[in-house]
């Protein structure tokens, strides 16, 4: 089984590693970001009330955040496990995860903060397939398209400066403190999460194949 857990602080690369990963370990990609975002641009109750809190860079309440993720893991495509991609992010997340799932491994991408402000600040989205691009380091073949469908690019409302500093300093800390909470349970690996993707590919698919009997 998969059931991984990726950590780690904005920009740092847990949706691009996570991406790459699940289609060849055969598990779902669940970022609570990405079903955040899409409650958001589906105007549902629940987008209304995480938008206030997500425009600004602050966490979304912790209930609203376990009931969208209890909701998708209940969807029955886990069989094989699972990559969360931005959660659990506080103690009481964790707590609450735990009594859904049992979790295998948590990737802990370790990366100075110096790094991760351009990553952020020149990183464009296709709103249409999801596809994450970078004006630096990943640009789009024509200019703000999508290569995939041709779509107009847009930027996160929370990748402005300000914003990212607030995602900054709530990493810092609630999150930060969950590398001890997983530690304490030994299953906690730190990934370099310097260099460029592939590097960083292949670091996290040794860590994850090195589980007895689950090669990729
Ligand atoms: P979320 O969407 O989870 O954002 P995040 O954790 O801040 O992470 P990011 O998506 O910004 O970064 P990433 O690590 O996935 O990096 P990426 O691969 O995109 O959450 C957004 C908001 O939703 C939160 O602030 C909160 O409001 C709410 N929320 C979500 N989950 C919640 C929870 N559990 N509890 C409460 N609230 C929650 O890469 C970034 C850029 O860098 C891209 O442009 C990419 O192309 C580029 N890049 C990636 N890897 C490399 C590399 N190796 N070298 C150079 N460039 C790279």
Avoid: W
């Amino acid at each position: 089984m998969y059931r991984l857990v990726f950590l780690g602080p904005p920009g740092a690369g847990k949706g691009t590693q996570a991406a790459r990963l699940a289609g060849d370990l055969g598990v779902p990609h669940l970022s609570t970001g990405e079903l955040l975002r899409a409650a958001v641009a589906a105007g549902t109750p629940l987008g209304v009330e995480a938008d206030r809190f997500m425009r600004g860079g602050h966490l979304v309440p912790d209930d609203l955040v376990v009931r969208i993720l209890a909701e998708r893991l209940a969807r029955g495509d886990t069989a094989r496990g699972f990559i969360l991609d931005g959660f659990p992010r506080t103690r009481a997340q964790a707590e609450a995860l735990a009594r859904i799932t049992a979790i295998d491994r948590v990737l802990d991408f370790d990366i100075p903060e110096t790094l991760l402000l351009e990553r952020l600040t020149e990183r464009r989205s296709c709103p249409k397939c999801g596809t994450v691009y970078n004006l630096k380091t990943r640009p789009p073949r024509a200019d703000s398209v999508c290569d995939r469908d041709g779509g107009p690019l847009t930027q996160r409302s929370d990748d402005r400066p300000e914003a990212v500093r607030t995602r900054f300093a709530a990493y810092r800390e609630l999150t930060v403190p969950l590398t001890e909470y997983y530690r304490a349970q030994g299953i906690l690996e730190r990934i370099d999460a310097t260099g460029p993707p592939e590097a960083v590919e292949e670091r996290l698919r040794r860590t994850v194949t090195s589980v007895p009997g689950e090669g990729l």
